[in-house]
Protein backbone atom coordinates (compact mmCIF):
# COMPACT_ATOMS: atom_id res chain seq x y z
CA UNK A 1 0.00 0.00 0.00
CA UNK A 2 1.20 3.49 -0.91
CA UNK A 3 -1.55 6.05 -1.81
CA UNK A 4 -5.14 5.66 -2.08
CA UNK A 5 -6.87 8.19 -4.50
CA UNK A 6 -10.54 9.05 -5.05
CA UNK A 7 -12.63 7.47 -8.03
CA UNK A 8 -14.77 10.15 -9.45
CA UNK A 9 -16.70 9.80 -12.72
CA UNK A 10 -14.40 6.80 -13.88
CA UNK A 11 -10.96 8.53 -12.97
CA UNK A 12 -8.73 7.94 -10.42
CA UNK A 13 -7.62 11.42 -9.30
CA UNK A 14 -6.15 13.08 -6.28
CA UNK A 15 -8.06 15.44 -3.91
CA UNK A 16 -8.26 18.73 -5.70
CA UNK A 17 -6.84 20.40 -2.45
CA UNK A 18 -4.12 17.60 -2.27
CA UNK A 19 -4.77 16.67 1.34
CA UNK A 20 -3.77 13.15 2.68
CA UNK A 21 -4.59 11.32 5.49
CA UNK A 22 -2.13 8.75 6.76
CA UNK A 23 -2.96 5.01 7.28
CA UNK A 24 -1.44 2.72 10.04
CA UNK A 25 -0.94 -0.88 10.27
CA UNK A 26 -2.82 -2.00 13.42
CA UNK A 27 -0.07 -4.39 13.96
CA UNK A 28 2.91 -2.63 14.10
CA UNK A 29 1.46 1.19 14.48
CA UNK A 30 3.55 2.18 11.48
CA UNK A 31 2.40 4.34 8.71
CA UNK A 32 2.16 2.37 5.50
CA UNK A 33 0.46 4.68 3.44
CA UNK A 34 -1.73 7.64 2.67
CA UNK A 35 -5.27 7.87 1.24
CA UNK A 36 -7.03 11.30 -1.04
CA UNK A 37 -8.95 13.68 1.20
CA UNK A 38 -11.64 15.04 -0.15
CA UNK A 39 -13.38 17.93 0.22
CA UNK A 40 -16.81 20.21 -0.67
CA UNK A 41 -15.56 20.44 -4.36
CA UNK A 42 -14.48 16.69 -4.63
CA UNK A 43 -18.01 15.49 -3.41
CA UNK A 44 -20.03 18.15 -5.65
CA UNK A 45 -17.89 16.25 -8.68
CA UNK A 46 -18.97 13.26 -7.36
CA UNK A 47 -22.27 13.59 -6.97
CA UNK A 48 -22.52 15.24 -10.17
CA UNK A 49 -20.82 12.38 -11.71
CA UNK A 50 -23.80 9.69 -10.12
CA UNK A 51 -26.37 11.75 -11.53
CA UNK A 52 -24.61 11.20 -15.02
CA UNK A 53 -24.14 7.37 -14.03
CA UNK A 54 -27.76 6.90 -12.82
CA UNK A 55 -28.86 8.24 -16.02
CA UNK A 56 -26.59 5.58 -18.44
CA UNK A 57 -27.00 2.18 -15.54
CA UNK A 58 -30.81 2.64 -15.65
CA UNK A 59 -31.13 2.36 -18.77
CA UNK A 60 -29.15 -0.66 -19.07
CA UNK A 61 -31.06 -4.01 -19.61
CA UNK A 62 -30.68 -5.74 -16.11
CA UNK A 63 -29.15 -8.82 -18.07
CA UNK A 64 -26.67 -6.33 -18.86
CA UNK A 65 -26.26 -4.96 -15.76
CA UNK A 66 -25.81 -8.32 -14.26
CA UNK A 67 -23.06 -9.07 -16.39
CA UNK A 68 -21.22 -6.24 -15.03
CA UNK A 69 -21.05 -6.96 -11.37
CA UNK A 70 -20.46 -10.78 -12.41
CA UNK A 71 -17.05 -9.70 -13.86
CA UNK A 72 -16.42 -8.08 -11.08
CA UNK A 73 -17.31 -10.95 -8.65
CA UNK A 74 -14.41 -13.14 -10.92
CA UNK A 75 -11.89 -10.52 -10.58
CA UNK A 76 -12.44 -10.28 -7.39
CA UNK A 77 -11.39 -13.62 -6.71
CA UNK A 78 -8.42 -13.48 -9.35
CA UNK A 79 -7.23 -10.73 -7.36
CA UNK A 80 -7.82 -12.66 -3.83
CA UNK A 81 -4.32 -12.92 -2.70
CA UNK A 82 -2.99 -8.78 -3.46
CA UNK A 83 -6.32 -7.85 -2.24
CA UNK A 84 -6.30 -10.03 1.00
CA UNK A 85 -2.60 -8.75 1.86
CA UNK A 86 -3.73 -5.29 1.77
CA UNK A 87 -6.58 -5.75 4.02
CA UNK A 88 -4.30 -7.60 6.12
CA UNK A 89 -1.93 -4.92 6.34
CA UNK A 90 -4.91 -2.03 7.28
CA UNK A 91 -7.38 -3.90 9.18
CA UNK A 92 -5.34 -6.50 11.18
CA UNK A 93 -7.66 -9.52 10.66
CA UNK A 94 -5.67 -12.77 9.80
CA UNK A 95 -4.86 -13.34 5.56
CA UNK A 96 -6.73 -16.49 5.51
CA UNK A 97 -10.25 -14.59 7.23
CA UNK A 98 -9.64 -11.66 4.74
CA UNK A 99 -9.48 -13.94 1.91
CA UNK A 100 -12.71 -15.66 2.88
CA UNK A 101 -14.25 -12.14 3.49
CA UNK A 102 -13.12 -11.27 -0.48
CA UNK A 103 -14.82 -14.93 -1.47
CA UNK A 104 -17.70 -13.68 0.72
CA UNK A 105 -17.92 -10.18 -1.16
CA UNK A 106 -17.73 -12.16 -4.48
CA UNK A 107 -20.34 -14.43 -3.83
CA UNK A 108 -22.99 -11.35 -2.70
CA UNK A 109 -22.07 -9.35 -6.35
CA UNK A 110 -22.69 -13.06 -7.47
CA UNK A 111 -26.05 -13.52 -5.94
CA UNK A 112 -27.06 -9.36 -6.31
CA UNK A 113 -26.56 -9.83 -9.87
CA UNK A 114 -29.35 -12.37 -10.66
CA UNK A 115 -31.51 -10.33 -8.52
CA UNK A 116 -30.99 -7.65 -11.07
CA UNK A 117 -33.61 -9.86 -13.41
CA UNK A 118 -36.08 -9.96 -10.22
CA UNK A 119 -37.20 -6.21 -9.41
CA UNK A 120 -40.70 -7.28 -10.20
CA UNK A 121 -43.54 -5.18 -10.10
CA UNK A 122 -47.01 -6.09 -10.51
CA UNK A 123 -50.74 -5.88 -12.26
CA UNK A 124 -53.89 -5.36 -9.90
CA UNK A 125 -57.35 -6.22 -11.16
CA UNK A 126 -59.10 -3.37 -11.88
CA UNK A 127 -62.75 -2.29 -11.37
CA UNK A 128 -63.64 -1.55 -14.22
CA UNK A 129 -63.08 -2.47 -18.03
CA UNK A 130 -60.74 -1.32 -20.24
CA UNK A 131 -58.27 -0.49 -17.07
CA UNK A 132 -54.98 -1.64 -16.21
CA UNK A 133 -53.68 -1.22 -13.29
CA UNK A 134 -49.98 -1.22 -13.09
CA UNK A 135 -47.70 -1.04 -10.17
CA UNK A 136 -44.10 -0.52 -11.29
CA UNK A 137 -40.35 -0.64 -9.27
CA UNK A 138 -38.41 2.22 -10.14
CA UNK A 139 -34.25 2.86 -9.18
CA UNK A 140 -34.76 5.34 -6.58
CA UNK A 141 -31.87 7.42 -7.58
CA UNK A 142 -27.94 8.07 -6.52
CA UNK A 143 -27.30 7.21 -3.21
CA UNK A 144 -24.52 8.03 -0.44
CA UNK A 145 -23.38 4.67 1.35
CA UNK A 146 -21.17 4.79 4.16
CA UNK A 147 -19.48 1.07 5.15
CA UNK A 148 -17.48 0.72 8.21
CA UNK A 149 -13.69 -0.70 8.82
CA UNK A 150 -14.25 -3.91 10.34
CA UNK A 151 -15.66 -6.05 7.02
CA UNK A 152 -14.09 -2.95 4.56
CA UNK A 153 -15.10 -4.72 1.18
CA UNK A 154 -18.11 -6.89 2.27
CA UNK A 155 -19.77 -3.90 3.77
CA UNK A 156 -19.47 -2.09 0.52
CA UNK A 157 -20.55 -5.62 -1.60
CA UNK A 158 -23.88 -5.35 0.29
CA UNK A 159 -24.87 -1.32 -0.44
CA UNK A 160 -23.01 -1.80 -3.58
CA UNK A 161 -24.82 -4.63 -4.74
CA UNK A 162 -28.10 -3.91 -3.72
CA UNK A 163 -28.36 -0.72 -4.93
CA UNK A 164 -26.90 -1.98 -8.80
CA UNK A 165 -29.24 -4.87 -9.01
CA UNK A 166 -32.03 -2.11 -8.50
CA UNK A 167 -30.48 0.23 -11.22
CA UNK A 168 -29.02 2.88 -8.88
CA UNK A 169 -25.80 4.93 -8.64
CA UNK A 170 -23.58 5.36 -5.60
CA UNK A 171 -20.96 7.89 -4.12
CA UNK A 172 -19.64 5.47 -1.56
CA UNK A 173 -17.34 6.76 1.46
CA UNK A 174 -15.53 3.96 2.94
CA UNK A 175 -13.32 4.45 6.26
CA UNK A 176 -10.09 6.51 6.38
CA UNK A 177 -8.42 3.28 8.59
CA UNK A 178 -8.86 0.94 5.91
CA UNK A 179 -9.12 2.49 2.44
CA UNK A 180 -6.85 0.62 0.06
CA UNK A 181 -9.14 -2.50 0.26
CA UNK A 182 -12.20 -1.17 -0.31
CA UNK A 183 -10.60 0.93 -3.48
CA UNK A 184 -9.65 -2.50 -5.17
CA UNK A 185 -13.02 -3.75 -4.72
CA UNK A 186 -14.15 -0.23 -6.68
CA UNK A 187 -11.13 -1.23 -9.16
CA UNK A 188 -12.57 -4.43 -9.88
CA UNK A 189 -16.45 -3.11 -10.61
CA UNK A 190 -14.75 -0.39 -12.93
CA UNK A 191 -12.05 -3.05 -14.65
CA UNK A 192 -15.07 -5.16 -15.15
CA UNK A 193 -17.07 -2.52 -17.72
CA UNK A 194 -19.22 -0.16 -14.82
CA UNK A 195 -19.85 2.61 -16.52
CA UNK A 196 -18.45 6.27 -15.74
CA UNK A 197 -19.88 7.85 -12.93
CA UNK A 198 -22.25 5.26 -11.55
CA UNK A 199 -19.70 4.31 -8.61
CA UNK A 200 -17.17 6.81 -7.48
CA UNK A 201 -15.44 6.56 -4.14
CA UNK A 202 -14.52 9.00 -1.66
CA UNK A 203 -12.49 9.54 1.80
CA UNK A 204 -12.20 12.18 3.78
CA UNK A 205 -13.86 13.20 7.22
CA UNK A 206 -16.85 11.40 7.88
CA UNK A 207 -19.30 14.49 9.62
CA UNK A 208 -18.16 16.44 6.83
CA UNK A 209 -18.68 14.14 3.98
CA UNK A 210 -22.04 12.87 5.67
CA UNK A 211 -23.28 16.40 6.10
CA UNK A 212 -22.36 17.05 2.53
CA UNK A 213 -23.90 14.30 0.86
CA UNK A 214 -27.17 13.35 2.85
CA UNK A 215 -28.33 17.20 2.38
CA UNK A 216 -27.77 17.04 -0.95
CA UNK A 217 -30.64 17.52 -3.29
CA UNK A 218 -29.50 14.75 -5.80
CA UNK A 219 -29.27 12.12 -3.59
CA UNK A 220 -32.02 10.17 -2.89
CA UNK A 221 -31.06 7.29 -0.47
CA UNK A 222 -28.65 6.69 2.33
CA UNK A 223 -27.11 3.89 3.62
CA UNK A 224 -25.02 3.19 6.75
CA UNK A 225 -23.04 0.67 8.91
CA UNK A 226 -21.84 1.20 12.15
CA UNK A 227 -22.41 2.16 15.52
CA UNK A 228 -26.22 3.32 16.65
CA UNK A 229 -25.01 6.68 18.12
CA UNK A 230 -23.70 7.71 14.69
CA UNK A 231 -26.53 5.91 12.88
CA UNK A 232 -29.35 7.99 14.81
CA UNK A 233 -27.46 10.96 13.76
CA UNK A 234 -27.53 9.99 10.20
CA UNK A 235 -31.05 9.17 10.00
CA UNK A 236 -32.37 12.07 11.95
CA UNK A 237 -30.39 14.10 8.84
CA UNK A 238 -31.93 12.08 6.14
CA UNK A 239 -35.29 12.58 7.78
CA UNK A 240 -35.10 16.30 7.35
CA UNK A 241 -34.56 16.46 3.72
CA UNK A 242 -36.64 13.45 3.28
CA UNK A 243 -34.37 10.70 2.27
CA UNK A 244 -34.87 6.72 2.20
CA UNK A 245 -32.71 4.99 4.78
CA UNK A 246 -31.05 1.72 5.19
CA UNK A 247 -29.00 1.40 9.28
CA UNK A 248 -27.02 -1.69 9.80
CA UNK A 249 -26.00 -0.11 13.72
CA UNK A 250 -24.79 -2.05 16.94
CA UNK A 251 -25.11 -5.07 18.27
CA UNK A 252 -25.37 -6.58 21.74
CA UNK A 253 -25.72 -9.95 20.71
CA UNK A 254 -27.60 -12.92 23.49
CA UNK A 255 -27.08 -16.50 23.37
CA UNK A 256 -28.87 -18.64 25.62
CA UNK A 257 -27.45 -22.09 26.38
CA UNK A 258 -30.32 -24.74 27.53
CA UNK A 259 -29.37 -27.45 29.70
CA UNK A 260 -30.02 -30.18 26.99
CA UNK A 261 -27.32 -28.28 24.18
CA UNK A 262 -24.67 -30.30 23.22
CA UNK A 263 -22.51 -28.07 24.98
CA UNK A 264 -19.02 -28.90 23.49
CA UNK A 265 -20.19 -28.39 20.10
CA UNK A 266 -22.12 -25.06 21.39
CA UNK A 267 -18.90 -23.85 22.98
CA UNK A 268 -16.77 -25.03 19.34
CA UNK A 269 -19.59 -22.31 17.42
CA UNK A 270 -19.90 -19.73 19.46
CA UNK A 271 -16.05 -19.39 20.25
CA UNK A 272 -15.38 -18.73 16.58
CA UNK A 273 -18.40 -16.55 16.45
CA UNK A 274 -17.03 -14.49 19.15
CA UNK A 275 -13.14 -14.30 18.20
CA UNK A 276 -13.68 -13.81 14.22
CA UNK A 277 -12.00 -10.89 13.40
CA UNK A 278 -10.89 -9.92 16.99
CA UNK A 279 -14.93 -9.64 18.50
CA UNK A 280 -14.84 -6.52 16.19
CA UNK A 281 -18.19 -7.86 14.59
CA UNK A 282 -22.07 -6.76 14.88
CA UNK A 283 -23.40 -9.67 15.22
CA UNK A 284 -20.68 -11.81 17.39
CA UNK A 285 -21.84 -13.23 19.69
CA UNK A 286 -21.57 -11.54 23.37
CA UNK A 287 -23.73 -12.42 26.29
CA UNK A 288 -23.50 -15.74 26.96
CA UNK A 289 -27.04 -17.20 28.99
CA UNK A 290 -26.30 -20.79 30.25
CA UNK A 291 -28.26 -22.76 31.98
CA UNK A 292 -26.88 -23.19 35.88
CA UNK A 293 -26.93 -27.01 35.47
CA UNK A 294 -24.46 -27.14 32.38
CA UNK A 295 -22.74 -23.60 33.15
CA UNK A 296 -19.09 -24.60 34.77
CA UNK A 297 -19.27 -27.52 32.06
CA UNK A 298 -19.60 -24.87 29.32
CA UNK A 299 -17.20 -21.70 30.75
CA UNK A 300 -14.74 -24.60 30.91
CA UNK A 301 -15.12 -25.40 26.93
CA UNK A 302 -15.47 -22.50 25.65
CA UNK A 303 -12.21 -20.93 28.13
CA UNK A 304 -10.23 -24.01 26.47
CA UNK A 305 -11.09 -22.73 22.62
CA UNK A 306 -10.59 -19.37 24.09
CA UNK A 307 -7.00 -20.43 25.10
CA UNK A 308 -6.28 -22.22 21.89
CA UNK A 309 -6.19 -18.92 19.78
CA UNK A 310 -3.39 -17.58 18.85
CA UNK A 311 -2.75 -14.16 18.62
CA UNK A 312 -0.79 -11.76 16.46
CA UNK A 313 0.73 -10.58 13.39
CA UNK A 314 -2.18 -11.38 10.63
CA UNK A 315 0.73 -12.61 8.22
CA UNK A 316 2.05 -15.04 10.51
CA UNK A 317 1.83 -18.22 10.10
CA UNK A 318 -0.46 -20.05 12.11
CA UNK A 319 -2.37 -16.73 13.76
CA UNK A 320 -6.03 -17.08 14.08
CA UNK A 321 -6.17 -13.80 15.98
CA UNK A 322 -5.15 -10.18 15.04
CA UNK A 323 -4.93 -6.77 16.83
CA UNK A 324 -8.21 -4.34 17.03
CA UNK A 325 -8.24 -1.77 13.75
CA UNK A 326 -7.20 0.96 16.35
CA UNK A 327 -6.20 2.38 19.51
CA UNK A 328 -9.21 3.02 20.40
CA UNK A 329 -10.59 0.27 20.37
CA UNK A 330 -7.35 -1.17 22.66
CA UNK A 331 -8.42 2.03 25.25
CA UNK A 332 -12.25 1.11 25.29
CA UNK A 333 -11.92 -2.79 26.01
CA UNK A 334 -9.56 -1.66 28.79
CA UNK A 335 -11.69 0.42 30.31
CA UNK A 336 -14.87 -2.41 30.18
CA UNK A 337 -12.88 -4.92 31.56
CA UNK A 338 -11.52 -3.08 34.81
CA UNK A 339 -15.47 -1.72 35.26
CA UNK A 340 -16.13 -5.35 35.09
CA UNK A 341 -13.79 -6.35 37.51
CA UNK A 342 -15.05 -3.39 40.13
CA UNK A 343 -18.32 -4.24 39.71
CA UNK A 344 -17.66 -8.05 41.13
CA UNK A 345 -16.72 -10.08 37.76
CA UNK A 346 -14.46 -12.47 37.72
CA UNK A 347 -12.17 -12.53 34.89
CA UNK A 348 -11.87 -16.14 33.66
CA UNK A 349 -8.91 -15.67 31.41
CA UNK A 350 -7.24 -12.44 29.58
CA UNK A 351 -8.49 -9.77 30.39
CA UNK A 352 -5.47 -7.27 29.15
CA UNK A 353 -3.63 -5.27 26.36
CA UNK A 354 -0.94 -6.95 25.22
CA UNK A 355 2.14 -4.74 25.97
CA UNK A 356 3.96 -4.50 22.74
CA UNK A 357 4.02 -3.05 19.19
CA UNK A 358 0.22 -3.24 17.76
CA UNK A 359 -3.21 -2.78 19.27
CA UNK A 360 -3.41 -6.06 20.60
CA UNK A 361 -5.95 -7.40 22.78
CA UNK A 362 -6.06 -10.46 24.85
CA UNK A 363 -9.49 -12.81 23.89
CA UNK A 364 -11.40 -11.99 27.57
CA UNK A 365 -13.61 -14.59 28.92
CA UNK A 366 -15.84 -12.66 31.74
CA UNK A 367 -18.12 -14.73 34.04
CA UNK A 368 -20.78 -13.69 36.76
CA UNK A 369 -21.20 -10.18 35.62
CA UNK A 370 -23.45 -7.84 37.32
CA UNK A 371 -25.83 -6.21 34.96
CA UNK A 372 -24.74 -2.89 36.06
CA UNK A 373 -21.24 -3.79 34.75
CA UNK A 374 -20.82 -1.18 31.25
CA UNK A 375 -20.08 -4.22 29.09
CA UNK A 376 -23.28 -6.07 29.85
CA UNK A 377 -24.83 -2.96 28.52
CA UNK A 378 -22.53 -1.09 26.00
CA UNK A 379 -21.40 -3.30 22.59
CA UNK A 380 -17.69 -4.43 23.78
CA UNK A 381 -16.76 -4.78 19.84
CA UNK A 382 -14.20 -6.72 20.45
CA UNK A 383 -12.43 -10.04 21.86
CA UNK A 384 -14.74 -10.37 25.02
CA UNK A 385 -16.93 -12.70 26.13
CA UNK A 386 -19.78 -12.06 29.01
CA UNK A 387 -20.67 -15.65 30.29
CA UNK A 388 -24.05 -15.57 32.97
CA UNK A 389 -25.74 -18.35 34.63
CA UNK A 390 -29.71 -18.18 34.19
CA UNK A 391 -32.26 -20.70 35.78
CA UNK A 392 -35.52 -20.59 34.17
CA UNK A 393 -36.81 -19.96 30.43
CA UNK A 394 -38.58 -16.83 31.54
CA UNK A 395 -35.15 -15.35 33.24
CA UNK A 396 -32.93 -15.69 30.14
CA UNK A 397 -35.45 -14.30 27.52
CA UNK A 398 -35.58 -11.45 30.03
CA UNK A 399 -31.99 -10.42 29.78
CA UNK A 400 -32.16 -11.23 25.90
CA UNK A 401 -34.72 -8.68 25.55
CA UNK A 402 -33.06 -6.34 28.37
CA UNK A 403 -31.09 -3.87 25.82
CA UNK A 404 -32.19 -1.61 23.28
CA UNK A 405 -30.32 -3.85 20.71
CA UNK A 406 -31.76 -6.41 18.41
CA UNK A 407 -29.76 -7.01 15.86
CA UNK A 408 -28.61 -10.83 16.30
CA UNK A 409 -29.32 -13.72 18.79
CA UNK A 410 -28.31 -17.27 19.03
CA UNK A 411 -30.07 -20.04 20.64
CA UNK A 412 -28.43 -23.50 21.49
CA UNK A 413 -31.05 -26.39 22.77
CA UNK A 414 -32.27 -29.84 21.89
CA UNK A 415 -35.70 -28.95 22.60
CA UNK A 416 -37.70 -28.08 19.83
CA UNK A 417 -40.17 -26.56 22.29
CA UNK A 418 -37.26 -24.45 23.55
CA UNK A 419 -36.57 -23.39 20.16
CA UNK A 420 -39.94 -22.64 19.07
CA UNK A 421 -41.02 -20.26 21.94
CA UNK A 422 -37.58 -18.90 22.03
CA UNK A 423 -37.60 -17.53 18.09
CA UNK A 424 -40.97 -16.03 19.32
CA UNK A 425 -39.64 -14.65 21.84
CA UNK A 426 -36.44 -12.87 21.35
CA UNK A 427 -36.69 -9.37 20.06
CA UNK A 428 -34.25 -9.40 17.06
CA UNK A 429 -33.70 -9.06 13.53
CA UNK A 430 -31.87 -12.00 13.14
CA UNK A 431 -32.06 -15.10 15.26
CA UNK A 432 -29.50 -18.45 14.33
CA UNK A 433 -30.31 -21.38 16.71
CA UNK A 434 -27.92 -24.48 16.88
CA UNK A 435 -25.48 -23.07 13.90
CA UNK A 436 -23.52 -20.17 13.22
CA UNK A 437 -26.01 -19.10 10.14
CA UNK A 438 -26.26 -15.24 9.40
CA UNK A 439 -24.73 -13.11 6.77
CA UNK A 440 -25.81 -15.43 3.78
CA UNK A 441 -26.42 -12.92 0.60
CA UNK A 442 -30.00 -14.98 0.36
CA UNK A 443 -30.43 -14.18 3.94
CA UNK A 444 -32.18 -10.66 5.08
CA UNK A 445 -29.76 -9.10 7.29
CA UNK A 446 -30.85 -6.19 9.63
CA UNK A 447 -32.00 -5.61 12.69
CA UNK A 448 -34.73 -4.15 15.13
CA UNK A 449 -35.07 -1.52 18.02
CA UNK A 450 -32.04 0.72 18.22
CA UNK A 451 -30.00 -1.99 15.65
CA UNK A 452 -31.25 -0.89 12.77
CA UNK A 453 -34.12 -0.15 9.98
CA UNK A 454 -34.26 -2.15 6.72
CA UNK A 455 -32.26 -4.83 5.33
CA UNK A 456 -28.60 -5.27 3.82
CA UNK A 457 -29.45 -9.13 2.69
CA UNK A 458 -31.99 -10.87 0.17
CA UNK A 459 -34.50 -9.20 -1.69
CA UNK A 460 -35.27 -7.30 0.95
CA UNK A 461 -31.58 -5.31 0.39
CA UNK A 462 -33.07 -4.68 -3.30
CA UNK A 463 -36.48 -3.70 -2.17
CA UNK A 464 -35.03 -0.65 -0.30
CA UNK A 465 -33.36 1.43 -3.72
CA UNK A 466 -36.64 0.70 -5.42
CA UNK A 467 -39.30 3.40 -5.76
CA UNK A 468 -43.03 2.12 -6.34
CA UNK A 469 -44.93 3.62 -9.16
CA UNK A 470 -48.62 3.44 -9.70
CA UNK A 471 -49.59 3.32 -13.73
CA UNK A 472 -53.29 3.18 -13.81
CA UNK A 473 -54.00 3.60 -17.79
CA UNK A 474 -57.60 4.04 -19.29
CA UNK A 475 -58.12 2.45 -23.33
CA UNK A 476 -58.89 5.42 -24.68
CA UNK A 477 -62.25 5.95 -26.61
CA UNK A 478 -61.84 4.88 -30.43
Known amino acids: MKHVQLFIDGIWRDAQAGETIDVLDPATEERIGTVSHARPADLEAAVTAALGGFK ?5 SPIDRGRIMRRAAELLRDRIHSIAALMTAEQGKPLAEAKLEIHASADLLDWFAEECRR ?5 VPA ?6 NLVVKEPVGPVAAFT ?3 FPISQAARKVGAALAAGCSLVIKPPEETPSSPSEFVRALADAGLPKGVINLVYGSPAEISGYLISHPAIRKVSFTGSTPVGKQLASMAGLHMKRITMELGGHAPVIVFEDADVKSAATVLAGGKYRNAGQVCIAPTRFLVHRKVYDEFVDEFTARTHALKLGNGFDEGITIGPLANDRRQ ?9 ARRTGAVVVTGGSRVQNKGFFFEPTVLARVPKE ?4 NEEPFGPLALVNPFSDFEEAIEEANRLPYGLASYVYTRSVRNATFAASAIETGMLSINH ?3 GLPELPFGGVKDSGFGSE ?11 TKLVSQAAPDL
Open 331 to 339: AALTDLVED
Open 373 to 376: ARAM
Open 119 to 123: TYGRV
Open 148 to 150: PWN
Open 457 to 467: GGPEAVEAYLA
Open 56 to 60: TWRQM
Open 436 to 438: YGL
Open 127 to 132: RSEGIY
